[in-house]
């Protein structure tokens, strides 16, 4: 097979096609397994959207984390196919008694793409570069998970936590490969937040040459990355090396030869961006790429048929919401969430968008989850309720509302956000909402817009990054947000307080009752409307193997090759 190393730029753009209702039945697979074939070559992989910046520390977004991944590495890693987590650059994890302590042994002998040593003075420099974010650095926008995970910086701008405050307070170097992580209090979540990549490690010395650091939001809250560390130079410890960054079109990366553990089968991985699932698609079939993430669920059968094709599924590890900005008129009383609870059928637009693929969503947190609560009562699809509501609140009907979504990306639990946008404005308008439709690019403008909270209302949904309801419910709840107003507006204060005694709690059980008792509580508050989970599926060429598809999408490309 002749693998192109160019990018067709060129790709026709097809409409975007709605999905009727499919029957076929979405499970998990493990795809390529262990096994392996031809080592060398060069694969042209297709995602949905464009990295923001290749800098852990200043992501959330899939399409940037799933580069990332492959070019930096974390203390630990979720296990192939499973949502649980193991060492990686760590060899050892141990608590303290009180569990304020975390001492990490170090894989020796391990250096990052420049040369620079591996060890925990390495270590130590990263916590402390997060730990010292100033200025826009701090926001939602930028440093989203260190704000939900550790939530303190040792130089607090205004409403945000200072060093005795938060979770974090030292990273101390007790040996050349054995680093201690001090915390303010016990987190039952810590140690699986440390396979998150944005808490990936950097060089050190390429973080100062190539000023990292030097990054921030624009008036009009797009990211302006000033430094080229996180567009041409990410120096991670991965299993492939970065080579080039061309915005809009593809990210090359070729092998590490000096990977400290199994090397990669391929020589060279592209990574192009084909925003339409259509578009990738019709892609793969010509052979112009070999493999594509976030089919389409009304083409999964589509590709399942073909023999020159294979799909991989991934199980529903994802929830897909509508949010809103509680602190911002009319959103900021209950009533108006309910009616927009109760606006929307979220059987029908599971029916027509998810092939088959998704379930409704009555609460935050995966079903498979422990502390999931089957026992809520939904907000029964009901627009003359929703009327009845508006008009209670004084918002009309009709009740003018803003109402966002993004352009450019795919997500398992959107695949097709415009179609899912359009279906819910004629749901809201049938139920005494006026809507003011408004759209942004995903990376560049929609998530940092939505962290800044400039967006009162909007499409969003969330992948877990591991098997622990903090890294859910604790992740969009537990901080106060600008995303929520959460940060202006303390109707969710009680929550907080319950979250934090959640993540404190050491008891599995204990903690499952602690976390189904707080679902309850945020369903009564309405901070948004959970609405699908969906399975979410990838497609390669027949003779791709090697892809192990995990729950949280968290997939490495190194024991990727072809078939001989």
Known sequence: M?????????????????????QQQATSSAGG???QGA???????????????LDGALVSDGESLRVIGQIFESLMKVQIGTTAVEPNLAVSATPSEDKMEWTFELQQDVTFHDGTPFNAEAVKFNFDRWFNFTGDLQ??????YWLTVFGNYAVPEEGMLGPDEGLFREARVDGEYTVTIVLNR??????????????????????????ADDVELTEELSVEVNGTFGTEHPIGTGPFKFEEWVPGDH?????????????ALLDELIITTISDPSARLQALQSGDIDGMDFVDPAQFEDVRSDSNLQLLERSPFNVGYIGFNAATPPFDKLEVRQAVAHAIDKQAIADAFYGGAGIPAKTWLAPDLFGYNDSIEDYPFDPDEARRLLTEAGCGPPCAIEFWYPTEVTRSYMPNPKANFDAMVTMLEEAGFEVTPRSSIWGTEYIPARGAGQ???Y????????????????????????????????FMAEVQEHLEAAVLEEDQDTRAQLYSDILAEIHELVPGVPYVHAASALAFRADVTGYNPNPTQSESFATLSFTE
């Not at 990210?251 to 090397?263: A, C, F, I, K």
């Open 455 to 457: 967006l009162p209302m």
């Open 2 to 22: 002749n693998h192109r190393r160019s990018i067709l730029t060129a790709l026709v753009t097809l409409g975007l096609m709605l999905a009727a209702c499919g």
């Open 39 to 53: 080592s060398g070559g060069s694969m042209i992989f297709a995602a949905a959207g464009d990295p923001t910046v």
């Open 459 to 490: 499409l969003l949904g969330w992948i877990g990054d591991f098997g622990d309801p903090d890294n859910w419910v604790g992740t969009f709840f537990r901080q106060p947000l600008p995303g929520f107003g959460t940060d202006e507006n303390d």
């Open 139 to 144: 926001s939602e926008s930028l440093s989203y």
């Open 186 to 211: 016990p987190n039952s979540a810590f140690i699986s937040a440390m396979a998150l990549p944005s808490f990936s490690f950097a060089s050190p010395a390429a973080l100062q040459e190539f000023n």
């Open 33 to 35: 397994g262990a096994s």
């Open 251 to 263: 990210v090359t990366l070729s092998r590490n030869e000096d990977y400290w553990g199994q090397p």
